[in-house]
């Protein structure tokens, strides 16, 4: 798997920009504890590498440190598995306008998409560039 990863398992944004800045992933870790919300936003959701090649988020394990508590860190990493399936630069593309419209119309989206547009590449398209 090569980071950053981007989560195309969710099928709605249904919170907007708040979940949208969730979706990119730059490592294998997850900084929280609130398992309602890694269940419904990670957990069993699929994710696609910068290579195009789909991985499920299977679980999560605590990272120990003896130091974390003290400073309240909830570090987790995230455990993926391969599907097997990959997707094309044209199909991200595709599946990304497709979400982004259902964020507020605004001058943020209309950037987005214009990103989206100009996008070569699968990381290009993962991270907005």
């Not at 130091?67 to 094309?88: A, D, M, Q, S, V």
Request: aromatic share 16%; with cysteine; hydrophobic share 40%.
């Amino acid at each position: 798997m090569q980071y950053p990863i981007f989560n195309i398992g969710l099928s709605e944004w249904d919170t907007g920009y708040n979940i949208a800045q969730e979706l990119l992933k730059w490592n294998d870790i997850y900084y929280s504890k609130d398992e309602r919300f890694f269940s419904k936003y990670f957990l069993n959701r699929d994710f696609v590498d910068c290579k195009g090649e789909v991985y499920r988020l299977v679980g999560k394990e605590p990272l120990k440190k003896w130091w974390y508590p003290l400073l309240f860190i909830h570090r987790f990493k995230c455990f993926f598995e391969p599907t097997g399936e990959t997707i094309t630069v044209e199909q991200l593309r595709s599946l990304m306008l497709e979400r982004v419209m259902q964020l507020p119309d605004d001058e943020i989206r209309d950037d987005i998409i214009e990103t989206l547009k100009k996008a070569d590449s699968i990381e290009k398209i993962i991270t907005l560039q």
